[in-house]
């Protein structure tokens, strides 16, 4: 059975608030930036994606592997910083957006 979800996240990026949805549908990846100019209230979000989800440009889809076991604490740092000195920091949606922007 193939597993789809999507996530909001509103933060602040001076001097803007920006909201990320990330998509996750049969292990791949798409995101969407949005920009509120001033801080959104609930009701304006949920207001946005009843009225303009279908308007949202979404960035090419990512292969996004999903892990299933929980690691140890230690284990977690040492490939964190495994993965920094190789890829560099962003996550995941970042690195899409960056790349569907230079495109």
Do not use: H
């Amino acid at each position: 059975m193939d597993k789809t979800s999507c996530r909001l996240t509103v933060f602040f990026e001076n001097p803007f608030w920006v909201g990320i949805i990330e998509c996750n549908e049969d292990g791949k990846l798409t995101v969407s930036k949005i920009t509120f100019y001033k801080e959104p209230k609930d009701y304006e979000i949920r207001n946005f994606i009843l009225k303009k989800y279908n308007q949202l440009n979404f960035s090419p889809a990512v292969e996004n592997v999903v892990i299933e076991k929980q690691k140890s604490y230690k284990k977690r740092q040492r490939d964190v910083r495994k993965q920094v000195q190789l890829q560099g920091v962003g996550t995941k949606s970042q690195q899409a957006l960056n790349y569907s922007m230079f495109k």
